[in-house]
C-alpha cells in the first residue's frame, strides 16, 4: 500500500492550521501543522512532500523560512505553497515587496483562502513532482555528455531522452522528443548553442535552455539571456549547480537568481 504524503502547514493562525489538518486528512493526507518558523525547522526533519508556507508574523518571517528552505539540498525541491496575507495585514506578517520579487514557489495565494480549495492545487503540486524531468544533453564531445548523462542517472526523478551533437541536432531533437530541458554547450560545430536556444525558445518555449559552458564570461551570459536561455552554469561548478539549475529551470524559474537580472535586461 503507498504511504500516505505528509503535508506541512506552517502558519501562526491556530483557526487555519486546524482547519487544514481537517480537511487534509479527510482527504488521506498526514498532515503536519506548525506555528512559527522554529518549530518549522525542526518538523522538517519529518520530510514532508509538500510544505504550505503561510502568515507568519513578524513580517520577514515566512520569508527567511523560504530563504533556508532553498538554501537547502535536502529540501529545495520539496513543492511549496505560498499563502500570504490579506492586503492590509501585508506590512505586519505578509511578504514585503523586495521579498516577493525572490520568492520561489509553486504556487502563490492570498488569504482569505479555504483549506477545502487548496485540494485540487495540492495533489497537482504532488503529481507534478513525481513525474521525470526529461532531459536533452547537446554537446559535441562525446565524454562530456557520457558525463553528464552519469550525473543525471544518480536522479530518480531525471530522465535523459536524447543526446545531440551540435546546434542543429539539439533543434531537431527538441522538436521530436519534446524535452521538459536541453542542457546545451555554447561553441559546438554546424550550428553554436545561442543559436539553437534562440531556435528552441521561439519554436519550442516548453523546452527550457540551461546553458553549461566553459565560456562563463558575463558577455557570454548576456548573449545566452538575449537568446531565451533560463540558466546558465560554468562546466566547472557544474558538479555542485548541475542538478539544482536543471530543476529550477525546470520550474520556470531562473539560475542562478543573478541571471534573471542579465536575462530579463
Not at 503536519?32 to 504550505?52: C, G, Y
Not at 561548478?237 to 529550477?248: M, N, S
Request: aromatic share 6%; with cysteine; glycine share 6%.
Amino acid at each position: 500500500m503507498e504511504s500516505k504524503k505528509k503535508i506541512l502547514v506552517v502558519d501562526d493562525d491556530p483557526g487555519f492550521r486546524e482547519a487544514c489538518r481537517v480537511t487534509f486528512e479527510a482527504k488521506s493526507y498526514d498532515t503536519v501543522l506548525s506555528p512559527s518558523r522554529e518549530d518549522a525547522l525542526e518538523r522538517m526533519k519529518e520530510d514532508p512532500d509538500l510544505v504550505i508556507l503561510g502568515t507568519l508574523e513578524p513580517a520577514g518571517e515566512a520569508f527567511r523560512l523560504h530563504q533556508w528552505l532553498k538554501a537547502q539540498r535536502r529540501y529545495a525541491d520539496v513543492p511549496l505553497m505560498v499563502i500570504d496575507a490579506a492586503a492590509r495585514e501585508r506590512g505586519t506578517k505578509g511578504w514585503r515587496k523586495f521579498e516577493g520579487m525572490r520568492m520561489q514557489c509553486d504556487e502563490y495565494l492570498t488569504k482569505p483562502v479555504e483549506p477545502s480549495m487548496l485540494v485540487p492545487c495540492i495533489q497537482h503540486m504532488l503529481d507534478e513532482a513525481t513525474r521525470k524531468i526529461k532531459v536533452l544533453i547537446v554537446d559535441d564531445h562525446t565524454m562530456v555528455r557520457d558525463g553528464i548523462a552519469a550525473v543525471l542517472a544518480l536522479q530518480k526523478d531525471v530522465e535523459v531522452v536524447g543526446e545531440a551533437v551540435d546546434g542543429r541536432d539539439a533543434v531537431e531533437k527538441a522538436a521530436r522528443l519534446l524535452p521538459n530541458v536541453a542542457i546545451m554547450d555554447i561553441a559546438m560545430p554546424v550550428m553554436s548553442g545561442i543559436e539553437a536556444t534562440k531556435q528552441i525558445a521561439k519554436e519550442y518555449p516548453q523546452v527550457k535552455v540551461l546553458i553549461l559552458t566553459q565560456y562563463d564570461e558575463q558577455e557570454n551570459m548576456l548573449v545566452a539571456g538575449r537568446a531565451g536561455a533560463r540558466g546558465f552554469i560554468p562546466k566547472k561548478a557544474a558538479g555542485a549547480e548541475l542538478i539544482q539549475g536543471l530543476k529550477a529551470v525546470n520550474r520556470g524559474s531562473y539560475f542562478p537568481e543573478t541571471f534573471a537580472e542579465v536575462a530579463l535586461n
